[in-house]
């Protein structure tokens, strides 16, 4: 068992390891390691995923849904919060650390001799873990962009763009059009698109990229979904035989919209063979779990501590008016972390209007933005202090405040991700 658990530290040190190499966007190496592999993402079908926000709570709930109706579902996301394993799951289980293990060791020489990335060693992970397991259907997350993406040597059978707004625009592009352009590039010959509401330019590209690939495309708009006056309740209908008064477990407007893709991705996946009942529709929307996002902490005595992983402009303001609605006219005390390379006047501008009080935490990465960078950002007359631990500061502001006051912890996964990790010391 120790000579176990030690080959399992060793092959995750070496994992890691791989993100001394940074991000290489473009699809060679991966494919080369693909193909050596025996091509295992061509073994089942899949739905891929891209676009700013909504990206892992519209897999989450595809999961939910697909599970719900008998199926066997791969799901792979990024990044994980706390265990790395949490990225590749099958049916909710994550994968085994034997596997882990196994995938080094064979593969070790190719990944070192040809320089294969982080995010390509998991790509290629959780594509190996899917045909091992023979999976009904692969639920993938792209993960940055679309067209350079590791994930993108898959040939799906659906492709869904949520959203597109701006991040990563050193990278993507400086406008959306261009940042739409990158993320069609998920959009295949004759592969059905499903988009979900994206600004006029975005829409016009990815119309364009589907008339050049011949590839049916769905575009929701704001009819295909609506509030019936009950908080994260909605009818749906964007088809004949509309499902009525769904209940989604994520709450948020923005929920409401990836809730909607889900449905419609649901009815195409029906259409391409899929039993997809709706009583699986119904019981996977209401049974969806996707921690980090508005995730509502409470115990008995101790104050509400709300998790967000919101970490762009249209994240934050996503989970702001998420705030505003459940808790009208109330400030929180804030914990927050930043990566860089954010833009953080717009985030603090956002961040705020809601804020009682804040700790801005330096994170435990090489990528932490300094706190008094983000300090320079806030506005006269909030409280606002730096720390050096997010866990140190989260521990602070529960035990000051009282049983009916609010905690936020936000500004990306890494925060969320170390405060789930002691959250056993601080709740």
Known sequence: MAKDAGEYRAAMDFIMAREHFGIKLGLRNITSFLKAAGCPHNDYPSVLIAGTNGKGSTA?????????????VGIFTSPHLVDFRERIRVNGR??????????????????????????????ALAFCYFADKKVDLAIVEVGLGGRLDATNTLSPILSIITDISYDHTNILGSTI?????EKAGIIKAKST??????????????????RIKKAPLIQLSKKDFARNGKPFRFDYFGSASPVKNLRFSLP????????????????????????????AIRAGLKNTSWPGRFQICKRRGKPAVILDVGHNPAGVRAMVACFRELYPGRKADLVMGFVRHKSLREIVRCLQLIARRVEIARLQTDRSTDPAEVIACF???????ASHSLVVSARKLVRSAA???IVIVCGSHFAVGEFLARQHTIL
Do not use: M, W
């Not at 196994?102 to 020489?109: G, L, M, T």
């Not at 294969?116 to 790509?123: A, G």
């Open 403 to 405: 049983d009916d006051d």
């Open 193 to 210: 698109v499903l988009t979900g509401l994206l600004p006029p330019e975005a829409r016009g590209e990815v119309t364009r990229t589907c």
């Open 60 to 72: 989450a709930a595809i999961d939910a849904v697909i599970r719900e109706a008998g199926y066997k």
């Open 379 to 385: 506005s006269r007359g909030i409280e606002v202090n």
């Open 252 to 279: 948020g407007n923005h929920q409401i919209h990836n809730a909607a893709i889900v449905l419609q991705a649901a009815g195409i996946l029906r259409e391409k063979g899929f039993s997809i009942t709706r009583k």
């Open 94 to 123: 994550l994968i085994s650390r034997q596997y882990i293990t196994s995938f080094i060791k064979k593969h070790r020489r190719v990944i070192e001799k040809h320089r294969i990335t982080f995010f390509e060693v998991c790509t």
């Open 177 to 181: 059009r261009k940042i739409a352009r």
